[in-house]
Nanobody, 115 residues
Framework: QVQLVESGGGLVQAGGSLRLSCVASGGTFSTIPFAWYRQAQGKQRELVAGITSHGGTNYGNSAKGRFTISRVNAKNTVYLQMDSLTPEDTAVYYC?????????WGQGTQVTVSS
């Protein structure tokens, strides 16, 4: 079983940046693909970015060109660097991990972007 703990959310002005972190435990980190999702109030959860065990990345349309996902296996940590934030990025951001066919979720971290 994989446990995930996100951090780094907060309140930021439009145009600003935040870096989210997701620390994983309980699994073989280097073999696990991870993803960041977000859910805004009243909306469905959507994919923000994903990273494979080999470091390959993919991004949702809302994140392309502004967000960067990365991983540091030695720290069991996945990051989401978010730049040029807009109020439309306001949401709870969740880290997820896929291992042996099961998806694990963190508790989420709130990101609020003010105009």
């Amino acid at each position: 079983q994989v446990q995930l703990v996100e951090s780094g959310g907060g309140l930021v002005q439009a145009g600003g940046s935040l870096r989210l972190s997701c620390v994983a435990s309980g699994g073989t980190f280097s073999t696990i693909p991870f993803a960041w999702y977000r859910q805004a109030q009243g909306k469905q959860r959507e994919l923000v970015a994903g990273i494979t065990s080999h470091g390959g990345t993919n991004y949702g349309n809302s994140a392309k060109g502004r967000f960067t996902i990365s991983r540091v296996n030695a720290k069991n940590t996945v990051y989401l660097q978010m730049d040029s934030l807009t109020p439309e990025d306001t949401a709870v951001y969740y880290c997820s991990a896929l291992q042996y066919g099961s998806t694990y979720w963190g508790q989420g971290t709130q990101v609020t972007v003010s105009s």
